[in-house]
């Protein structure tokens, strides 16, 4: 216990933004439609954005950063398929910032995340969404372990269990209606 307050204590405004986006993480899979979540996402992406750059945890921060522009490219995907182009262009930004804010290993597991974010924040049904989201979850958790970061790790879990309700109670209302 005494070395998760060391590291909490080691760096208090970025684990304070952190937290914010762990508290944000307990909320975005209760919203219902697809929309409402990809804005909960953005909102964490900011917040995870400025928690991993404060940490020192470049790979992190950028990946976040680019979250954020592929969640607001991702929202009309469903109404506005040109978008669709938008959103595959951020694809190879991935790539290349992994590579740019490389800090070792742990730069493939941010890089990941983000990926399987990606194919989960195309679908545009909400199951698949939410099943594709929990291999963004593993590959963050990863990352968060390597970086020491505890506020992204209590992120990681609270959606990692919200989702699976979430996907539980979709799958049992999805049987009733059929």
């Known amino acids: ?17 952190g937290a914010a986006a762990a508290l944000l993480g307990g909320f975005w899979p209760l919203f219902k439609t697809r929309t409402g979540m990809l804005w909960a996402h953005a909102a964490i992406h900011v917040a995870m ?5 404060l940490l020192g945890a470049l790979s992190g921060s950028l990946m976040n950063a680019l979250g954020l522009g592929q969640v607001l490219a991702a929202i009309p995907l469903g109404t506005r398929p040109g978008f669709k182009k938008i959103y595959i ?12 804010t490389w800090q070792g290993p742990q730069s493939l597991f941010a890089a990941g995340g983000l990926a399987m974010l990606s194919l989960a924040r195309y679908q545009t049904d909400v199951m698949r969404f939410r099943v594709l989201i929990l291999g963004a979850i593993a590959s963050w958790t990863v990352y968060d372990l390597w970086v020491m970061s505890i506020p992204a790790l209590t992120l990681d879990a609270l959606s990692l269990v919200i989702s699976l ?3 539980r109670r979709e799958y049992r209302l999805a049987r009733v209606v059929l």
């Open 165 to 167: 309700v979430m996907i």
């Open 49 to 53: 954005s400025a928690h991993f750059f």
């Open 89 to 100: 262009a951020y694809l190879p930004l991935i790539a290349t910032g992994a590579a740019l």
């Open 1 to 17: 216990m005494d070395d998760i307050l060391a590291i909490l204590a080691a760096h208090p405004t970025a684990n304070a933004i």
